[in-house]
């Protein structure tokens, strides 16, 4: 029973933990605030057709939570740099350690603090937030991107399902047709199989099902060649718009086990650069929810000290060092984009390499 009790939290983690939980949110609410407001000054021409229930329930519940959670880190480095630094200021840390706390105990409520926070990015980032993303990435589409709508595609060539493969010279998704369609049938490195249609219409009320429009089927055999053409078939083709057309952040309105899926299925298709911007997200999420961790360690280790400068010398040096971060990070995520890496060292090389700089911070912090 007496060891149960060592284990348990006592009253100064509680401390830190709702000093450190008090202000994340507190910053979080601010900043959220200032960032609707500049949106919507950006944005005002274009969203003045909308109405004001469009406004809040289709678009500003939804990118809330979006952004909320993309800054959750920087949110959680700022909480920690401002109340440390704070306690540092009134001599609490110092008190904290003349009663034999060290600063490796004094990390625990801190790092429980942060891992609740990337706990709660990373569920929220694969499961909830993509579902409000839905009604935000339409919103935007049809309100403040409009331009930047894909409504159509050019010769895609795609593998449909083992030894199958589709060849579409341009698809329009306003009427759901590609055209100049061609489907080849390979078995062991020979063609078995070659169908050509003019057009191919697909059904949307029947996945997989694709109306060919004047079509020709020739099948290859060993001593001969039949020939079947006509004006309309109706074939199952493994297949549909979704694989090779892409809105404009697609992306962020799937779920983490539908990006995963998603990529697996398009790269045994052979769908390589369009597959660029999900292995991002997917990866990216993960990622960023361990930088919480990584930057809770930094803020620490640079405001428990007590400085001259007070207060602002360790904001300076702690916001130099997150934006610092962020900017390395989107570096990192452009080479992902152009193909120069990985998407997964793209998204994980930044926290790679800050976490010596996490560490040699620790050793340097007071003890």
């Not at 920087?74 to 840390?93: D, G, P, Q, R, W």
């Not at 942060?114 to 990373?122: D, F, N, P, T, V």
């Not at 280790?301 to 934006?323: A, Q, T, V, W, Y």
Request: include cysteine.
């Amino acid at each position: 029973m007496a060891l149960g009790r060592k284990r348990l939290l006592k009253r100064i983690d509680w401390y830190i933990i709702g000093k450190f939980m008090g202000t994340f949110f507190l910053c979080v609410g601010l900043s959220i605030a200032i960032m609707v407001v500049f949106d919507y000054n950006e944005h005002i021409e274009r969203l003045k057709d909308a109405t004001l229930r469009q406004l809040i329930f289709e678009y500003y519940l939804n990118f809330i939570p979006y952004y909320t959670n993309m800054f959750s880190s920087l949110f959680a480095f700022l909480a920690v740099i401002f109340f440390t630094s704070k306690m540092a200021e009134n001599s609490e840390i110092i008190a904290m350690f003349s009663t034999g706390l060290s600063f490796k105990r004094m990390l625990v409520p801190y790092i429980i603090s942060a891992c609740l926070i990337s706990g709660m990015s990373l569920v929220l980032s694969a499961y909830f937030i993509p579902k409000g993303s839905i009604k935000r990435v339409a919103f935007e589409n049809r309100t403040t991107q409009k331009s930047k709508v894909k409504q159509s595609v050019r010769n895609m060539q795609l593998e449909v399902s083992n030894g199958v493969i589709a060849y579409i010279e341009s698809y329009q998704d306003y009427n759901k047709t590609a055209y100049k369609f061609c489907l080849d049938s390979i078995d062991n490195k020979r063609l078995v199989s070659h169908l050509t249609a003019r057009t191919a219409v697909y059904d949307t009320l029947h996945q997989y099902h694709w109306i060919l429009k004047n079509y020709m089927i020739r099948n290859l055999g060993n001593d001969r060649e039949e020939v079947f053409q006509g004006m309309e078939l109706d074939s199952v083709i493994m297949m549909e718009p979704s694989d090779f057309m892409t809105v404009r952040g697609q992306q962020e309105t799937m779920t983490s086990a539908e990006l995963r899926n998603y990529i697996k299925k398009q790269k045994q298709r052979g769908v390589g650069a369009a597959l660029r911007d999900f292995e991002i997200e997917y990866h990216k999420r993960i990622a960023m929810a361990f930088t919480s961790i990584i930057l809770t360690f930094i803020g620490v280790s640079l405001s428990s000290r007590k400085r001259k400068g007070g207060m602002g010398l360790h904001l300076g040096l702690g916001i130099g060092l997150c934006f610092s971060y962020i900017l390395f990070q989107e570096v990192s995520s452009t080479f992902a984009i152009s193909g120069a890496m990985s998407a997964f060292w793209a998204e994980w090389l930044p926290n790679l390499l800050y976490v010596p700089v996490a560490a040699y911070l620790y050793v340097k912090a007071p003890k």
